[in-house]
């Protein structure tokens, strides 16, 4: 199959293509109703009932393609945009230095960057700055000067030049650009936990999601540096905007849907204003007369962590015959 003549016309959606966000991007696509096939060993995959092609890439690397306008859509971490723009924001302060710098376009002449279009609600996790707990380090501050082991070496950079700046009481960040960080920022790929065991580094930023592998590594957080979700993004110049839109709607729905439940009883009128304080609804709950003289039924969306004791509070003020539905799909604000 040639793939280049197969993408003419369609829209190109960057997924990752392996690590903690895989999976759940995944069902969030199948939610969608994005239904696609890929193909051993391939990172490209045609979208059968959508103009679309997905695009298989690292998660570190889909805000550049997604800056630059070569992809027009893309999943991936928060903390990865910020180190993208962090990156950026470095190549600008060099390119400034010497007189070459354009901060309005990429090379490909597209406007440069990439826009946030919705938190997807899933991937949390924390980029901390992490010690030895046995050390002697208890501030980041301490740091300052020491080797620091990274994956995100632009925000490694970013946080602890502002630490340096604080240190020698420089309020205008001008007056950093162009000197040396006394921090020594190393870049590491992998297995950036054992840097500070196997003596490589001082200490370390990196993602922690429940702290067991941070831990099992002898370490202990001591300040964040950014949290982070995983994020729909997309490119500032897309091929087809309505065809983005199309596709953050659905999106949109398959999270809600994923949030909510349909809660639906039978209540007295007389005591229809407590039960719809309890269940408001997204906008405002759905209520139609009964045949029986006195009694309304009422549908109305709760989230799906609180439908317990709501439950119990509608029984409370007489509710009956309280039922909860799952929601598989929605449209909604």
């Known amino acids: 199959m040639d793939l280049v003549n197969h993408l003419e016309g369609r829209l190109l959606f960057a997924v990752p293509k392996k ?9 969030l696509l199948e939610g969608a109703d994005i239904q696609f096939r890929r193909e051993n060993r391939l990172d490209i995959a045609l979208v059968k009932n959508l103009p679309i092609a997905l695009v298989f890439l ?33 190549l600008a302060r060099a390119r400034r230095m010497s007189n070459e710098w ?45 080797n620091i082991g990274t994956s995100f070496v632009h ?20 007056q950093m650009e162009g000197r040396k960080l006394r921090t020594k920022i190393i870049e590491l790929s992998g297995s950036v936990e054992a840097a500070c065991a196997l003596g490589v580094a001082d200490g ?27 994020i729909l993004i997309k490119s500032k110049a897309p091929s087809n905007p309505a065809l983005v839109d199309l596709i953050a709607s659905r999106i949109r729905g398959v999270i809600t849907a994923q949030k909510f439940v349909l809660c639906q009883y039978n209540v007295p009128r007389a005591k229809l204003a407590d039960a719809t304080r309890i269940t408001p609804g997204k906008r405002a709950a759905t209520v139609t007369s009964l045949d029986e003289e006195g009694w309304v039924a009422v549908s109305a969306m709760v989230e799906k962590k609180r439908i317990a004791p709501v439950m119990d509070e509608l029984v409370q003020v007489g509710a009956e015959d309280i039922l909860v539905l799952d929601i ?6």
């Open 19 to 27: 690590g903690r966000l895989l999976q759940a991007s995944l069902n």
């Open 58 to 90: 690292p998660a570190a690397d889909i805000p550049t393609f997604v800056g630059e306008g070569r992809v027009d859509l893309g999943i991936t971490g928060y903390d990865q945009v910020q180190e993208h723009d962090a990156g950026a924001r470095a």
């Open 102 to 146: 354009d901060p309005s376009r990429a090379a490909n002449g597209k406007p440069q960057g990439c826009e946030t279009v919705l938190d997807l609600g899933f991937g949390a996790c924390r980029l901390q700055v992490q010690v030895p707990a046995k050390g002697g380090y208890a501030e980041s501050k301490d740091l300052v000067g020491k």
């Open 155 to 174: 925000l490694a950079r970013e946080y602890f030049a502002r630490l340096e700046m604080e240190q020698e009481g420089i309020t205008d960040p001008v």
């Open 204 to 230: 370390i930023v990196d993602l922690v999601e429940s702290g067991e592998t941070m831990r099992a590594a002898g370490l202990k957080a001591i300040d964040t540096v950014v949290e982070t979700s995983a």
């Open 328 to 333: 598989h799909n929605t449209r909604s604000s």
